[in-house]
T-cell receptor
Framework: DSGVTQTPKHLITATGQRVTLRCSPRSGDLSVYWYQQSLDQGLQFLIQYYNGEERAKGNILERFSAQQFPDLHSELNLSSLELGDSALYFC?????????????FGPGTRLTVL | EDQVTQSPEALRLQEGESSSLNCSYTVSGLRGLFWYRQDPGKGPEFLFTLYSAGEEKEKERLKATLTKKESFLHITAPKPEDSATYLCAAAIDNYGQNFVFGPGTRLSVLP
């Protein structure tokens, strides 16, 4: 158990809908990272937040947005969902603010778009 | 373009048969090379971070090494519980695609 929690574990929705994924980092970690993992794309870095502010951006679509709240939990919002958005979404956390700090991954949220 | 590749794509070993996994990277400004283990349907589990060429790290049956162009994960006398997908990733200090994962090597260790 990494100490990172994600809810929900599974999410099934329809195209065009909007969903919110939630992540709670390990106690004391200030950075939260979001990743998407699909069969054809592998693991893709989406975005990083550090202590409430956006720190780095990867392959995140404009339909997706994230934020980190004062209590350090983070939410990833996915809107206008398409079939291709079906994937595992992972959150990770670390104590530092750099991408090369050791990251601890949560168990993931499996999103299915029908 | 920053890129991380891994070989082989899949590897089957007999228990006790040592081998190495390769991670090749072409990136600008490497800040760290990471190795993770991932079991099916679970999040990646951190194994090692290597920061500079020549660095080596060990943990139980695993040893990771780094050169200027590639990293190796050596598995000595593997056991069936070592079966997993092993991912390497490069942390790059550019604003943009900052953390690039390789596609992984799927390792199966047969008893």
């Amino acid at each position: 158990d990494s100490g990172v929690t994600q809810t929900p574990k599974h999410l099934i929705t329809a195209t065009g809908q909007r969903v919110t994924l939630r992540c709670s980092p390990r106690s004391g970690d200030l950075s939260v990272y979001w990743y998407q993992q699909s069969l054809d794309q592998g693991l893709q870095f989406l975005i990083q937040y550090y202590n409430g502010e956006e720190r780095a951006k990867g392959n995140i679509l404009e339909r997706f947005s994230a934020q980190q709240f004062p209590d350090l939990h983070s939410e990833l919002n996915l809107s206008s969902l398409e079939l291709g958005d079906s994937a595992l979404y992972f959150c990770a956390s670390s104590g530092g603010n750099r991408l090369y700090n050791e990251q601890f991954f949560g168990p993931g949220t499996r999103l299915t778009v029908l | 373009e920053d890129q991380v590749t891994q070989s082989p794509e899949a590897l089957r070993l007999q228990e006790g048969e040592s081998s190495s996994l390769n991670c090749s990277y072409t990136v600008s400004g490497l800040r760290g090379l990471f190795w993770y283990r991932q079991d099916p349907g679970k999040g990646p589990e951190f194994l090692f971070t290597l920061y500079s060429a020549g660095e080596e790290k060990e943990k139980e049956r695993l040893k990771a090494t780094l050169t200027k162009k590639e990293s190796f994960l050596h598995i000595t006398a593997p056991k069936p519980e070592d079966s997993a997908t092993y991912l390497c990733a490069a942390a790059i200090d550019n604003y943009g695609q900052n953390f690039v994962f390789g596609p992984g090597t799927r390792l199966s260790v047969l008893p």
